[in-house]
């Protein structure tokens, strides 16, 4: 069994920061692909940022500069780093991993329970 398990959310004020963990668990053979979605009230999920194993980031155009993605891949872990935070960042924030579980042939997608984050203005 896989979980994402994320951690970091809260309420801070326009112009912020706030850092998002995310933690893979279970026996893991390999983690391709480990990225943040969001969802504001009424929005479609859209990606945030996303990095490969080998450390390449991409970014949504509306954080670029903003935030920053980074992985431990011995933990299993993806960050996200959140500065100068705006009220249109607000939403619930969603770990998603690219992986494979040692039960399994095919690498599948996984994605963890979602942490809101509120800025207020």
């Known amino acids: 069994q896989v979980q994402l398990v994320e951690s970091g959310g809260g309420l801070v004020q326009d112009g912020g920061s706030l850092r998002l963990s995310c933690a893979a668990s279970g026996i893991i053979l390999r983690i391709n692909v480990m990225g943040w979605y969001r969802q504001a009230p009424g929005k479609q999920r859209e990606l945030v940022a996303q990095i490969t194993s080998g450390g390449n980031p991409t970014y949504a155009d509306s954080v670029k500069g903003r935030f920053t993605i980074s992985r431990d891949n011995a933990k299993n872990t993806v960050y996200l780093q959140m500065d100068s935070l705006k009220p249109e960042d607000t939403a619930v924030y969603y770990c998603?991993?690219?992986?494979?579980?040692?039960?399994?042939?095919?690498?599948?997608?996984?994605w963890g329970q979602g942490t809101q984050v509120t800025v207020s203005s």
């Open positions: 998603n991993a690219d992986l494979k579980h040692f039960s399994s042939t095919y690498f599948r997608e996984y």
